[in-house]
């Protein structure tokens, strides 16, 4: 079976950095959570996986970028909680 691959872009509004975190420690969670291959260039975020992964990984990705949008800067902490909710609304 063929991997699902998109590419999710970044909002102007939105500073890679923030997603990625500190020596890219969120994205580093992130990948560990998952099988998937993960990639952040300038303004665009590609994913490669199954299609369960991939959704999975475009909910937290979009709730990240929501954070940041609202004026947070997302922490290691939110990260695990959203890979923890996610895979729990993420049917079996």
């Known amino acids: 079976m063929e991997p ?7 909002p102007d509004s939105v500073d890679p950095l923030y997603l990625t975190g500190p020596a890219d420690s969120l994205l580093r969670e992130i990948e ?6 993960i ?24 709730h990240l970028i929501q954070m940041v949008e609202s004026g947070s800067r997302p922490t ?5 909680l959203l890979l923890d ?8």
Request: glycine share 4%; with cysteine; net charge positive.
């Open 76 to 80: 290691l902490e939110d990260v695990k």
């Open 39 to 62: 990639s952040v260039r300038g303004k665009a975020i590609f994913l490669s996986g199954t299609s369960q992964e991939i959704e999975q990984l475009t909910l937290i990705f979009s």
């Open 32 to 37: 560990a959570s998952c099988a998937a291959l």
């Open 4 to 10: 699902t691959q998109i590419r999710l872009t970044i």
């Open 85 to 92: 909710s996610t895979k729990k609304e993420m049917p079996a």
